[in-house]
């Protein structure tokens, strides 16, 4: 049994995203409607995809675009609020991601005790956002620093929006950072949110590294679970739970159930 097993319950588990409103800070941000608003929101979606059995929840700033690579401090005691607001109706596992930034998104784990982090750790890379580089040694060592080295470490190593520097096969770049960095999963990923991840890459991917945690990180739909779950040991699903299947819209607990079914008689 992998990880997945022992902290989410299941093998080939669906990790389900809670995408928060724009924040204090964040260009889009309604400072009408306020935080009590976004805490909402949250609580809305979080419920969608508790009723809908999803195996876990991973809260992300979805909305804070566009992104930084270091966000401000608001971003995070503004995540930090809602998730402790929420916290009693949590009744699944749940990671953490603060777009684009690890040292936040550990800070913010440790604060409020999430079993997982999504980030990009490793890598240097051409994106939306600029030039985008990464320091692995020093992030995890500021993960035992904050008191998080039991926070199981999703490493993105296709991320959305970027390309790697370097002309690299991704399959190559799975077997230097699993060598070198010791990640508990690889996140396999299409260019945006809701985009299809490539299976012919996640094939090759999960080939290059059998012992290490694979998961299909984007594009995930009702209609394409069952083959990305054939290949990977689990999947990131957002877009598709939504109403309509569009990003900007909150989630469907119909859409989360019809997947979820397809989920459970592919485990079965």
């Given at each position: ?11 080939k588990a669906v ?83 603060v777009l684009w ?168």
């Amino acid at each position: 049994m992998s990880w997945l097993g022992e902290v989410m319950g299941t093998e080939k588990a669906v990790i389900a995203m809670c995408h928060l409103q724009a924040l204090p800070g964040d260009p889009g941000y309604n400072e009408v409607k306020g935080m009590s608003w976004v805490v909402e929101k949250a609580k809305e979606d979080l419920e969608a995809l508790q009723e809908g059995g999803v195996d876990a929840v991973m809260f992300s700033n979805e909305f804070s675009l566009p992104y930084l690579t270091k966000v401000e401090k608001a971003t995070v005691a503004s995540m930090a609020r809602i998730i402790g607001e929420l916290k009693s109706y949590i009744s699944i596992p749940f990671g953490v991601n603060v777009l684009w930034d690890p040292y936040a998104s550990l800070d913010l784990a440790a604060a409020t005790e999430a079993k997982f982090v999504r980030e990009i750790f490793t890598g240097v890379y051409a994106s939306d956002f600029g030039l985008w580089n990464t320091n692995c040694g020093d992030v995890v060592r500021h993960q035992h620093a904050v008191g998080a080295q039991d926070v199981k470490l999703l490493f993105n190593i296709v991320p959305e929006a970027a390309r790697y520097m370097a002309q690299r096969d991704a399959a190559e770049i799975a077997k230097t950072t699993v060598f070198n960095c010791r990640p508990d999963a690889l996140c396999v990923s299409g260019i945006t949110a809701g985009s299809m991840t490539d299976t012919e890459v996640l094939e090759r991917v999960k080939k290059s590294v059998p012992d290490t945690v694979v998961l299909a990180n984007t594009g995930s739909r009702k209609e394409t679970i069952e083959k990305l779950l054939s290949i990977a040991d689990g999947a990131v699903v957002g877009t598709t739970f939504k109403y309509d299947g569009k990003f900007e819209n909150q989630t469907d607990v119909k859409r989360v159930k019809e997947f979820m079914k397809v989920v459970r008689e592919f485990r079965d």
